[in-house]
């Protein structure tokens, strides 16, 4: 794959994945209760795990993305820039 088809698709993974991580922070934020009971039917927890398990994943996604899609694209258009 070329280097700007692959800067394309990482920039829309970018775009996409933070765009998923700011659904989860604003669902979780103003619905967590609603969140919590519903879940709560399947694997019951307290409320504090509930949100621990929650936050960590969302930290977790957050590094995860940075890792693997934003260096990747920075390095990509740090690699096009000094190649000009």
Do not use: D
Not at 3 to 10: E, G
Not at 27 to 54: C, D, N
């Amino acid at each position: 794959m070329e280097r700007s088809r692959m800067r394309l698709f990482l920039l829309w993974c970018a775009a996409f994945n933070i765009l998923f991580a700011i659904c989860w922070f604003v669902l979780f934020s103003f619905a967590g209760g609603w969140v919590y009971r519903l879940h709560s039917r399947w694997f019951p927890m307290p409320q504090e795990t509930f949100s621990a398990i929650h936050y960590a994943g969302l930290v977790l996604y957050r590094v995860l993305l940075i890792f693997f899609v934003v260096v990747p694209l920075l390095a990509l258009w740090a690699t096009e820039r000094k190649g000009r």
